[in-house]
Nanobody
Framework: VQLQASGGGLVQAGDSLRLSCVIS????????MAWFRQALGQEREFVAV????????TYGDSVKGRFTISTDNAKSTVFLLMNSLKPEDTAVYYC????????????????????WGQGTQVTVSS
């Protein structure tokens, strides 16, 4: 399975940005698809997850109400719409896919994911 993230860039505080993650090479349907982010010098942080069955979503506290995760009809592309961006949102954003069954708490952990994209840089200036 290959994941290719894109859509990052340099924006100003308050702007919006939409990230995309194209997923190819699947043999089996995943249980969940997610976005994480990693700021310089910090650990990788959970951002959002969407489940394959039911399309349920959950978000990290720092992005709740501002970010929206979604997929296309074929579920081969995962999007992250980011509104009201803040300088603290600056990070490399990674998409990931899980082939494991679990609950939402499980999917907030990096260890739940089997495949990762290469990351796309988002920089928000003040």
């Amino acid at each position: 399975v290959q994941l290719q993230a894109s859509g990052g860039g340099l924006v100003q505080a308050g702007d919006s940005l939409r990230l995309s993650c194209v997923i190819s090479g699947r043999t089996f349907n995943p249980y969940a698809m997610a976005w994480f982010r990693q700021a310089l010098g910090q650990e990788r942080e959970f951002v959002a997850v969407i489940t394959w069955y039911g399309m349920d979503t959950t978000y990290g506290d720092s992005v709740k109400g501002r970010f929206t995760i979604s997929t296309d009809n074929a579920k081969s592309t995962v999007f992250l719409l980011m509104n009201s961006l803040k300088p603290e949102d600056t990070a490399v954003y990674y998409c990931a896919e899980s082939q494991r069954a679990g609950d939402f708490y499980y999917y907030t952990s990096r260890s739940a994911y089997d495949y990762w994209g290469q990351g796309t840089q988002v920089t928000v200036s003040s």
